[in-house]
């Protein structure tokens, strides 16, 4: 017979599987400041393949634990919801960077960097908040993080129409245009992907707390 502690033993792979979730999030937002910050001719996607590959690994080793596992330490759904919202991340942020890498010569002198630093705080405190999942349910402290990430990307929303602004009164080529548009747009939704990721994880500490 199986005791308790070695049922919920299992069960407790699903934090670790998560935070490894989380942290291939960030990851995928280091590589891209890496990137943003490479010459053109050096630039490589590498790192983005490789933590997509890792991202969907780990979503099909949570889905696998979710048919195997009797008892889980969270809600079947809560896990399926959180994982699918870390799993849609790196997918954006290397969308972003498959596409920078074909342009970025004729980009020019376009600042991306500023909002990939954004990205990166996001999934930081996106990381945290997965983290603190295994500690307990503290609402206090989930709440004042899901507060950085919700102001982050009210930031984002407010600088992209400034961006928005400039590009309208200022761009003149109209293929720079539509690509400068279609990359901040992909970034602000990695970022809104971050704060998805975000009210899940608080969603789960309010119904656990």
């Given at each position: 017979m199986f005791s308790l502690q070695t049922i919920f033993g299992k069960?407790?792979?699903?934090y670790g599987l998560l935070e490894a979730s989380a942290e291939s999030a960030s990851a995928s937002a280091r590589a891209l400041?890496?990137?943003?910050?490479?010459?053109?001719?050096?630039?490589?996607?590498?790192?983005?393949?490789h933590a997509?590959?890792?991202?969907?690994?780990?979503?099909a080793q949570i889905s696998e634990q979710l048919v195997n596992t009797f008892v889980t330490v969270l809600d079947r759904e809560d896990i399926e919801a959180l994982n699918g919202a870390l799993y849609k991340i790196p997918k954006v942020v290397e969308k972003f960077a498959e596409r920078y890498n074909l342009?970025?010569?004729?980009?020019g002198d376009?600042?991306?960097i500023s909002r990939a630093n954004m990205l990166e705080q996001a999934c930081q405190v996106l990381e945290q908040m997965v983290k603190q999942l295994r500690h307990g349910m503290d609402l206090d402290n989930i709440k004042k993080l899901n507060d950085q990430l919700q102001f982050i990307e009210a930031?984002?929303?407010?600088?992209?129409?400034?961006?928005?602004?400039?590009?309208?009164?200022?761009?003149?080529?109209?293929?720079?245009y539509l690509v400068k548009?279609?990359?901040?747009e992909i970034l602000e939704k990695a970022i809104d992907r971050c704060r998805n990721a975000g009210n899940v994880v608080y969603h789960i500490v309010l119904k656990n707390s």
């Open positions: 069960g407790d792979k699903f400041i890496e990137l943003l910050s490479t010459p053109s001719t050096e630039q490589s996607l590498e790192k983005f393949i997509r590959r890792r991202e969907k690994e780990l979503f342009v970025s010569v004729r980009l376009v600042d991306f930031e984002a929303d407010r600088q992209i129409l400034e961006l928005y602004r400039d590009v309208y009164a200022n761009e003149t080529d109209p293929i720079r548009r279609d990359l901040f």
